[in-house]
């Protein structure tokens, strides 16, 4: 039998015993709202020798149920992060005043008015007014959103900076732990595993995280896409922020402390947490949304420009642009040779048809000074900086080569855009530069018209029937498809002054027959387009019918080959159709569309501002990204119909589209958060402390407490009969 | 055995009154908007399809508006046209008038006196303006008048001078329709009465006149041919017994027949008539007049000229009033197309305005589905919601009371 130390001792055992507990309890009490405080429990055996031992503090976690709250945490901050965010742009746009639909409903229905009614200046001046409103429309979210894109760079640079500071704290607790735990005797230390938790937790909201217990009660931190964060060993990485090219569209990097290794994180929207929240919301609806909405304004800007180019304005001249587009400019990589070099793209007059929300980057691949000619590889990226993937899977990306490098020629590339090699040959193999031809562009657009009567209604061609024309023929309708003036193979058949080529003017040249201005029937069936002054350009037989007649010429051996592909792409610019069936010596007559006695242009003709006005519905933006490359300036290469939608109709994309993402994003939230709530409570089932519970530990402590000290008394008692029996 | 902690107890409580909370301030701004869709997240498909209806709606509107100006504009030119009409059958019967061989040279001046009043009521019809100052009938050139008067013309000396280009409203997305009509085609593009002249003759006389205008017009324009002027002149060649006439074409050496014929007696070919005696082997050359195209102003101003002149021969007074009354029946005639075009587009246009008045009920009631609440429904949800609140309310101050505390 074991000898038994005596009741003294066990009751002064049992005395501290009841005190611990006491103070465990009261602890708990004190502690029941401090956050990430475990309960506590004093772990007591029984000795050998008699009475109680203390053995520790012991808290009581579960950590299967901490590690899937950090988990949930994770979850719950990322979708809150992107939730938050993405419904601040939907409530945006559900603001009918906000609404860009509406601005250019408003736009169409003051130009279908003024339209009715061409001469009438005070409508024409609405219409401009109206075309103000639509930027101003566009520019109020643009800068909506760019201030978002601000606000978000400053809110991921504070999250950056909590998260380096919770990764130091982690590393510190786990050095003052591994010393506390190896420290023989002393007690386990509660509170810095509590605190050390918390932050874990903390870290958890902000980044996805796994750990792993290590040595010596230590935790190894690691980000769930690998890469570690806090190691055993107190070293940690930090996270950095960095943009390159665009230092407005950050990434994310670890860096070790004390050294210039960083590495790059990778896909930031998929670090979880709140930093992965805002970097996929930034990705996949603020980036969208910019390059959408900028592609509203570059394709309502450039339709009307170029319809209006088409027409004859008020004063009888040939309608100029609407709206100025401003060239946008490439930016630099950092690895760059040369961080002052410029790369300058524009949108290729009337082609905005094909230019598409991707970015793109340019590689120059060679430089030839003596040409001067660049070679470049030009790839369709995302916001993110991926690859654009067509419907294969495979990545978009062509090469060209012996592009002009001199600084002020633009070089036709894809998609719409032209590149200007601004500094020339300077340039050294490898740059790249990203062009963002549709990010915010509303912002490059001005109105450039302040003249009401430069909105060009009117057709630049009159069709006249010849006043002798005996039989029932007549004119059912007339195109214009071309009326820039020069002498480059786009140019058309309209002249500086007001006019149309005539001999000697023509491409043909000295000698040779102007366009053809005048339709003149040798039979019902057969007609001659004749020139300006009288000269046959072709003598068409045997025509089945009578529409595009100027298009029937041309593809009538003997149309001079001037007149035709690849000497001009579209000459000379418009052609007419007729209705009826004529008899031979009628004639229609095409001219510019100005009175010849009077030079009064017709004003009250308002063909082209139907054209105009009919641009509201029709299909002029490309809204397939996964399409390959459409060559700027190639008539040859334009977008097929199915892939273009309406202005208006994009429009409504986009709030359905942010409207999408945001509702997903609640339920993925709302999901989210009742996970979190769950684990919360597997976590506060084990660890929380409950007063009632405390309360009647209390008591129960107590009356430990009173017992042994009874215990106590007793053996004074018994110690005192034995010296008064021996007394 | 579970046990719970007082933070569960504190945090479950809060939570749900949080929850209650946004439930009843979603229910309420529903009410106070009568919108469903207060975000476009609350239904994205909606939501876009909302503002296409809003679009179509916006865009139907202006047809509407655009409808009541192509209304407008084209009953004002269809009365314009009325009053010409009117005043066209008025100047024909006075043509009819003059034919009587009875009226003395005074007569025929006080005629001539009012078909010159017609004649400058029809002038300033042509000229007719719209509510904007735009001369309706100018086609593109609207500033300045349709027609002018050029006395010193040395060809027609009431001129149509403005164009064929027509403006064009548009009422629905697939009709656009002319607002009006150009004068050119209306009025300046109608022919005068066709004629044929004895060009050279071998016969001791030779007269010809139109007998039949129809059968004559027929020729005309079977045998005609504009590009060719040669080919308009035709020859008689009386036969050696001097019984029968052969008619060729002088240009194309074609022969068009041979007719019995009696010398002194008229000879009719094709509706012209012939005055002729002729002898075997003589030969009459005759022409196809170039066609001329007058409108009524000008018939009727030639008509005046007609009539105030004294010393005028018998026929070429009949001539004269053949010339009046085919013009004018020609006019008429052109007149009464573009009246019948003008009745045809108001038929479509109020077609059109029904179809889009169909348009836009149809159109508001599919934006209402989607977009706005039932209201009773609305309310009902916010009095349920409200007191959803109100009972989490009531059970937080309910559990939370219970403490062992207070019994020690």
Partial sequence: ?727 | MSRISNNQIFDQSINSILRAQVRVSEAQERVNTGRAIVNPSDDPVGAALTIRLTEQLNQLNQFQRNNDLLTNSLEQEEAVLRSINDAVLRARQLAIQAGNGALGTQDRVAIGLEIETIRDQIFDLFNSQDADGNYIFAGSQSQSPAFIFDPTSTGNIYQFQGDETVSQIQISDNVILDTGDSGKVIFEDVLARLSSDVTASTAASANSTISDQGSFDRFFFANYDAITPANNNFRLTVNGAGNQIAVSNVGTGAALGTFNFVSGSPFVFNGIQFDLTAAPGDTVDFSLNTPQKKNFAETLNDFSVVLGNENISDSAYEQALSDVLIGLDNGLESLANATSGIGGRLNVSQSVLASNQDLVISNEEARRDIREVDTAEAIADLAQQTSALEASQATFTRVTQLSLFDFL
Avoid: C, H, K, W
């Fill in chain 1, 1 to 727: 039998m074991t000898i038994r130390t005596d009741l003294f001792n066990i009751g002064s055992s049992g005395l501290r015993a009841a005190n611990a507990q006491l103070n465990s309890a009261s602890n708990n009490i004190a502690n029941v709202n401090t956050e990430g405080y475990s309960r506590e429990r004093n772990t007591l055996v029984s000795s050998q020798i008699g009475g109680v031992v203390i053995q520790g503090v012991e808290r009581i976690v579960d950590r299967f149920a901490i590690a899937q709250l950090r988990r949930d945490n994770s979850a719950v901050e990322e979708a809150s992060a992107f939730t938050d965010n993405a419904s601040r742009i939907d409530d945006i746009l559900a603001n009918e005043a906000n609404s860009v639909a509406e601005s250019l409903s408003r736009f169409y229905g003051a130009l279908q008015t003024s339209v009715d009614e061409p001469t009438n200046i005070a409508a024409r001046d609405l219409v401009l007014g109206q075309a103000d409103a639509v930027l101003g429309q566009i520019n109020t979210l643009e800068s909506f959103l760019a201030n978002r894109q601000s606000d978000l760079n400053q809110e991921i640079d504070s999250i950056v900076q909590e998260a380096n500071g919770l990764i130091q704290n982690i590393a510190d607790l786990n050095l003052q732990i591994q010393v506390l735990s190896n420290t023989a005797g002393a007690d386990s230390p509660t509170a810095l595993l509590d605190a050390r938790d918390q932050a874990i937790l903390d870290l958890s909201g902000i980044v996805g995280i796994s750990t792993r217990p290590g040595e010596n009660s230590t935790v190894q931190v690691d980000l769930s896409s690998g890469q570690s964060l806090v190691l055993q060993d107190g070293t940690f990485n930090f996270f950095e922020i960095s943009g390159d090219p665009d230092l407005n569209f950050t990434s994310l990097s670890l860096a070790v402390p004390d050294s210039s290794f960083t590495v790059p994180v990778g896909d930031e929207a998929d670090v979880g947490g709140q930093l992965g929240g805002l970097f996929r919301f930034r990705n996949e609806v603020l980036s969208e949304t910019q390059r959408d909405l900028g592609l509203i304004a570059l394709t309502f800007a450039d339709a009307l420009n170029s319809q209006n180019n088409l027409g004859l304005d008020f004063d009888g001249q040939i309608g100029p642009d609407i709206f100025s587009i401003d060239d946008f400019q490439g930016l630099n990589y950092a690895a760059n040779a040369d961080l002052n070099s410029t790369l300058i793209g524009r949108i290729a007059d009337g082609e905005s048809d094909r230019v598409t929300s991707r970015d793109y980057r340019v590689t120059v691949d060679n430089v030839v000074a003596g040409g001067p000619t660049i070679d470049v590889t030009i790839e369709a990226i995302n916001p993110d900086g991926s690859p654009v993937l067509d419907s294969s899977g495979n990545a978009i990306s062509q090469t060209l080569t012996g592009l002009n490098a001199t600084s002020g020629v633009f070089n036709a590339t894809f998609d719409g855009i032209e590149i200007d090699f601004a500094s020339g040959t300077s340039y050294t193999a490898g740059d790249q530069f990203l062009l963002q031809p549709s990010r915010s562009a509303g912002s490059r657009i001005d109105l450039a018209l302040t003249r009401p009567e430069d909105l060009a209604y009117a057709s630049p061609i009159r069709v006249e029937s010849n006043i002798a024309n005996l039989g029932d023929a007549s004119i059912s309708g007339s195109t214009v498809t071309n009326t820039s003036i020069g002498a480059i193979a786009d140019s058309s058949a309209f002249t500086a002054a007001a006019g149309i080529q005539g001999p000697g003017a023509s491409p043909t040249g000295g000698g040779g027959v102007g366009a053809p201005v005048e339709v003149f029937f040798t039979a019902a069936d057969s007609f001659e387009l004749r020139d300006a002054a009288g000269t046959v350009v072709v003598a068409v037989n045997g025509a089945t019918n009578l529409s595009n007649v100027i298009a029937q010429g041309a593809a009538t051996a003997g149309y001079p080959a001037q007149f035709l592909p690849p000497n001009r792409t579209d000459y000379p610019g418009y052609d007419i159709s007729i209705q009826g069936v004529p008899r031979a010596g009628d004639s229609f007559t095409i001219a510019f569309n100005v009175d010849p006695v009077t030079g009064v242009p017709g004003v009250e003709d308002n063909r082209n501002g139907q054209q105009l006005a009919a641009l509201e519905t029709d299909d002029v933006v490309r809204r397939s990204n996964s399409d390959g490359f459409l060559a700027t300036g190639d008539p040859a290469s334009s977008p097929s119909a199915q892939s273009l939608v309406g202005v208006s109709e994009l429009y409504s994309i986009i709030v359905s589209d942010v409207g999408q993402q945001t509702a997903r994003s609640q339920v993925v939230r709302d999901a989210a958060e009742v996970l979190q709530q769950q684990s919360r409570n597997r976590v506060d089932e084990t660890s929380g402390v409950n007063l009632d519970e405390e309360a009647a530990n209390l008591i129960r402590f107590q009356q430990a407490y009173s017992a042994t000290a009874r215990v106590i008394s007793t053996a004074q008692a018994l110690f005192d009969s034995i010296l008064n029996a021996t007394g």
